[in-house]
C-alpha cells in the first residue's frame, strides 16, 4: 500500500483523486499494480522464505513470527506498530534503526489505523454538552503521549514545540508530524482497500500474477462502490418514507 497509494495521499489535489476513486472514474487497480509487482518480485526473489501457500500465511498471527525472524538476523527488516517501537529498541540495542518506511523519494511514510471512532449526533438534545465531552475525552488521550506503555497516538495536530516525556515516542512525534501518512483504511473511499490488498497478496502467494491482482481490484471497487449507491439510496429512502 505504501508503495502503491503515496502520489495519492501526498498529491495537492488529492481530495479530487479521491472523489475519483469513489466514482470509478479512477481506477484503484492503476495505482496498487506498483505495489502489487513490488510484492510479486519479493516473492520471486524469496524474500517470504520458500514453500510458502496461501493457508499457510494467512494463518500467521500478524508481528508474530516476524518478529522472531528478525531478532535472528533471518531478515533484514521488518514492520511493526508503534508499540512495539520500544521493545525492538531494547532487544536489538544499536543493532537496529527503527524509521518510517522509505517510499517517498524524499523521506519515509507512516501507516496509521483508526483504534477507536467517536461520533455526535447532530440532532442530540444535548449536542453542545456532547461535543465538549469528546473535546475533553479526545484531548485526554493527548497524556498518552507520556505513557511507556501505550501505542496508541492522540490523532490531533500539535504544537511544534510538542515534546514527549518518554523518549522513545519523541522519535514517533517528529515522524508522524513528518507529513508522510497513508491510512490503512480511509473512511473516505467507498470501497475497502486493506482487507482487498491483504486477500489480493494471498491470491498472489496463491499463483496470481500482479497485473491479474491489479484488474481484480478494479473489479472489487467498482462493486463495492454500487453496494455502497445502493444502500445509501436505501437508507435515503427509508428516511423520506
Same mark, same amino acid.
Given at each position: 500500500m505504501a508503495r502503491s497509494l503515496y502520489p495519492i495521499y501526498q498529491a495537492e489535489n488529492q481530495r479530487q483523486l479521491i472523489d475519483g476513486l469513489n466514482k470509478g472514474d479512477l481506477k484503484i487497480g492503476d495505482y496498487m499494480i506498483n505495489g502489487f509487482r513490488m510484492f510479486e518480485e519479493f516473492l520471486k526473489n524469496g524474500y517470504y522464505g520458500e514453500g510458502l501457500t496461501m493457508e499457510k500465511v494467512d494463518a500467521i498471527k500478524a508481528n508474530t513470527q516476524d518478529r522472531a525472524d528478525f531478532l535472528s538476523s533471518k531478515t533484514a527488516f521488518r514492520f511493526f506498530p508503534i508499540e512495539e517501537l520500544k521493545a525492538t529498541e531494547m532487544e536489538n540495542e544499536d543493532k537496529a534503526i527503527c524509521t518510517g518506511i522509505p517510499m517517498l523519494p524524499d523521506g519515509v511514510i507512516t501507516l496509521p489505523s483508526i483504534s477507536v471512532r467517536l461520533c455526535v449526533n447532530g440532532g442530540s438534545s444535548h449536542l453542545e454538552?456532547?461535543? =465538549?465531552?469528546?473535546?475533553?475525552l479526545t484531548s485526554q488521550r493527548? +497524556? !498518552? *503521549?507520556?505513557?511507556?506503555?501505550?501505542?496508541?497516538?492522540?490523532?490531533?495536530?500539535?504544537?511544534?514545540?510538542? =515534546?514527549?516525556?518518554?523518549?522513545?515516542?519523541?522519535?514517533?512525534? +517528529? !515522524? *508522524?508530524?513528518?507529513?508522510?501518512?497513508?491510512p490503512l483504511e480511509d473512511m473516505n473511499l467507498r470501497f475497502g482497500c486493506w482487507d482487498n490488498?491483504?486477500?489480493?497478496?494471498?491470491?498472489m502467494i496463491g499463483g496470481m500474477s500482479a497485473e491479474d491482482a491489479a484488474k481484480e481490484f478494479n473489479r472489487i471497487q467498482m462493486e463495492e462502490i454500487q453496494a455502497y449507491e445502493e444502500k445509501q439510496a436505501l437508507e435515503g429512502g427509508a428516511g423520506g418514507e
Amino acid at each position: 500500500m505504501a508503495r502503491s497509494l503515496y502520489p495519492i495521499y501526498q498529491a495537492e489535489n488529492q481530495r479530487q483523486l479521491i472523489d475519483g476513486l469513489n466514482k470509478g472514474d479512477l481506477k484503484i487497480g492503476d495505482y496498487m499494480i506498483n505495489g502489487f509487482r513490488m510484492f510479486e518480485e519479493f516473492l520471486k526473489n524469496g524474500y517470504y522464505g520458500e514453500g510458502l501457500t496461501m493457508e499457510k500465511v494467512d494463518a500467521i498471527k500478524a508481528n508474530t513470527q516476524d518478529r522472531a525472524d528478525f531478532l535472528s538476523s533471518k531478515t533484514a527488516f521488518r514492520f511493526f506498530p508503534i508499540e512495539e517501537l520500544k521493545a525492538t529498541e531494547m532487544e536489538n540495542e544499536d543493532k537496529a534503526i527503527c524509521t518510517g518506511i522509505p517510499m517517498l523519494p524524499d523521506g519515509v511514510i507512516t501507516l496509521p489505523s483508526i483504534s477507536v471512532r467517536l461520533c455526535v449526533n447532530g440532532g442530540s438534545s444535548h449536542l453542545e454538552d456532547s461535543i =465538549k465531552f469528546v473535546d475533553y475525552l479526545t484531548s485526554q488521550r493527548e +497524556e !498518552l *503521549l507520556s505513557s511507556d506503555t501505550s501505542g496508541s497516538l492522540s490523532p490531533f495536530k500539535r504544537p511544534a514545540e510538542t =515534546k514527549a516525556e518518554v523518549p522513545w515516542k519523541q522519535a514517533v512525534l +517528529e !515522524l *508522524l508530524d513528518g507529513g508522510g501518512q497513508i491510512p490503512l483504511e480511509d473512511m473516505n473511499l467507498r470501497f475497502g482497500c486493506w482487507d482487498n490488498t491483504r486477500q489480493l497478496c494471498l491470491k498472489m502467494i496463491g499463483g496470481m500474477s500482479a497485473e491479474d491482482a491489479a484488474k481484480e481490484f478494479n473489479r472489487i471497487q467498482m462493486e463495492e462502490i454500487q453496494a455502497y449507491e445502493e444502500k445509501q439510496a436505501l437508507e435515503g429512502g427509508a428516511g423520506g418514507e
